[in-house]
């Protein structure tokens, strides 16, 4: 691993072709960060995660892939294996909306909550297009994955990039992520693997992923927004006030419409004079 | 608006419920009272200005539980000057982002907040024969409340924006929430004032114009209903809105919205010889802005709410 320099862009190129779903990620996220961790989801997958939240900043999703059909050898389908993470989005909604400056963007270009800034106001979870943030009952601020700024800055890569065994999670500068990803890309389409796509490597979705992955299927089975749903909170920021302007507008409008074309009050109810004194 | 088939939303709920609903119930009330009450002194006659000062009050003292709603809302509730102030170490100062509503509401809940305890205390003084806000007399005092009529406008819809810049099922799917709060949270003012001008009797002057007004905003609020839930249709999130139990809580906002539009409908404004509508005077029952108020009430948690649990 090369030495890891302060304003170079890092992230993660997760390969879900090659995920085993051991899981190995979460546990050394776990340790790392001293997350304690929910309770155990236990349904009918292998999945006991259950999502990314403020404990769970590594979640290998498992997804069930198998078709109802036998197939033949070599065209086996099974689970499609993730390990989901916050994607240190370049055009990132949840720094979009956070109103204390808690949100920024580090100087190896990822994406972090101050914890002794953040209020709690949960304005980035209501934004975030991935469902990855989530308030610490102990703490009781937000948090998610930190690309783990404090290894980052002591030199070390991440803890889930550490532990896999499968090298599925890779750390790197961006560029040298982005050509291995083109690459292993490239190998599996060279090899009748036609359904992989990478996600997030190019700016249309967000304007790129730090933490981009290789998919095996389209990215809505990720439970990932495609290109046309990956969309900002603030494109509703100029719609919402400008519908507010005219009800404004036409509710003073109504107001003074009313003052105008009222009925005259029962002489009985005059308001009685010293009341009557205007400012 | 994206016209999908099927909107995808993959996002977490805030989990903005028990605080946040009465919170925009009552800056609706705040913002609305404080506009109904600007008109009143600016644009009525001598008569109104006891009306104008029942508005003024009923805005402070609705907007007083707003910040403590807020705070209480927070997880670290002593952090709530953050909002303010960016404790960031290096890049220390001011918080305002435009783009953000929170950001914005911030600021201008702090700043309405001086402009409705400037005015009650104002209208206080003026009740109990005082002439000591001399600063307020004449054009500076007519600048004064028509600022913070503007901010009352502001306070009152930007809620809905608030929603609507966000990712969250329903709530990011439309444009229409600022206008349709703003709207209800005016009628709902005027519905407020109706009730209150009976226990003042020398405001009563101005219950034509409450009356008629709620029934104008009713029907400014059902245009923007109607606007909500066209723009929900695209993104295949009617479902998520209405849906049960939902329905409910719409059914009464829907009822609220009922008696200013039957008032309308029903022919109440007559033409008189002189070509003037004259409003009628409503039927004696204080039920009627108890149900409008209900109704106010019940829109915000359908939209709150739907959304998130």
Redesign the interface.
């Known amino acids: 691993m090369a030495e890891i320099v302060p304003g170079q862009a890092y992230g993660f190129f997760t390969d879900t072709s090659v995920c085993i779903g051991c899981k190995a990620c979460e546990v050394a996220c776990k340790q790392w960060n001293m997350l304690e961790g929910h309770e155990p989801v236990f349904g009918d997958g292998y999945d006991n995660t259950g999502?990314l939240?403020d404990q769970n900043w590594r979640y290998v999703q498992f997804i069930d892939n198998v078709p109802d059909e036998t197939m033949g050898t070599g065209q086996g389908k099974a689970w499609l294996m993730m390990s989901d993470v916050c994607k240190h989005c370049q055009h990132a909604?949840c720094m979009?909306?956070?109103?204390?400056?808690?949100i920024?963007r580090t100087e190896f270009d990822t994406v972090f909550i101050?914890p002794?800034?953040?209020?709690?106001?949960?304005?980035c979870?209501?934004?975030?297009?991935?469902?990855v943030?989530?308030?610490d009952e102990q703490k009781?601020?937000a948090q998610k994955c930190t690309l783990c700024y404090d290894r980052l800055q002591g030199g070390m890569e991440p803890a889930c990039a550490k532990a896999c065994p499968t090298q599925s999670i890779q750390f790197g500068p961006l560029d040298e992520l982005h050509a291995r990803a083109d690459q292993r890309l490239a190998d599996l389409h060279a090899q009748g693997v036609a359904e992989a796509n990478l996600y997030g490597r190019d700016q249309a979705v967000y304007g790129g992923l730090n933490a981009f992955f290789l998919l095996m299927d389209k990215p809505?089975a990720y439970?990932?927004?495609?290109q046309?749903?990956a969309?900002r909170?603030?494109?509703?920021?100029a719609?919402?006030?400008?519908?507010?302007l005219?009800?404004?507008v036409?509710?003073?409008l109504?107001?003074?419409?009313?003052?105008r074309?009222?009925?005259?009050?029962p002489a009985q109810?005059?308001?009685?004079d010293?009341?009557?004194?205007?400012? | 608006m994206t016209l999908l088939a099927q909107a995808q939303h993959f996002v977490r709920p805030p989990e903005w419920t028990w605080f946040i609903v009465p919170y925009f119930f009552l800056a609706g009330l705040a913002g609305g009272c404080y506009v109904i009450a600007t008109l009143l002194r600016l644009w009525g006659d001598r008569g109104d200005e006891p009306a104008a000062r029942l508005g003024f009050y009923a805005a402070f003292l609705a907007f007083l539980p707003c910040p403590v709603l807020l705070t209480l809302d927070l997880t670290q509730p002593l952090r709530f000057w953050h909002m303010l102030w960016n404790t960031t170490p290096g890049a220390a100062g001011p918080n305002f982002k435009s783009w953000s509503p929170m950001s914005v509401g911030s600021w201008v809940l702090v700043v309405f907040g001086l402009f409705v305890t400037v005015s009650f205390l104002e209208v206080l003084v003026r009740d109990r024969g005082g002439r000591s806000l001399r600063l307020l007399d004449g054009a500076f005092g007519r600048v004064w409340n028509a600022v913070g009529a503007v901010l009352g406008l502001f306070v009152a819809g930007y809620t809905g924006v608030l929603l609507a810049v966000s990712n969250q099922p329903v709530w990011s799917d439309t444009w229409a929430l600022g206008g349709l709060f703003l709207a209800s949270g005016l009628a709902g003012s005027a519905a407020l004032l109706t009730l209150l001008v009976r226990y003042r009797p020398a405001a009563r002057a101005s219950g034509g114009m409450l009356e008629l007004s709620e029934r104008l905003w009713s029907l400014l609020e059902l245009a923007l209903l109607v606007v909500f839930v066209l723009t929900l249709v695209p993104d295949g999130t009617l479902d998520d809105a209405f849906g049960f139990p939902w329905i409910l809580l719409w059914l009464v906002a829907f009822a609220g919205l009922l008696p200013g539009l039957g008032r309308l409908v029903s022919a109440r404004l007559a033409v008189t010889s002189e070509g003037a509508v004259v409003a009628q005077p409503a039927a004696a029952s204080a039920v009627v802005p108890w149900v409008v108020l209900l109704g106010v009430l019940a829109l915000r948690a359908a939209v709150i709410l739907s959304a998130q649990l």
């Open positions: 999502a939240n909604s979009d909306v956070c109103p204390t400056g808690a920024i101050q002794d800034v953040c209020n709690g106001c949960r304005d979870i209501s934004a975030c297009p991935y469902g943030i989530g308030v009781h601020v809505e439970r990932l927004p495609n046309a749903n969309v909170p603030g494109r509703n920021n719609g919402g006030y400008l519908t507010g005219v009800t404004a036409l509710g003073v109504g107001g003074l419409i009313a003052l074309r009222r009925g005259q009050p109810e005059q308001p009685a010293t009341e009557a004194v205007g400012p």
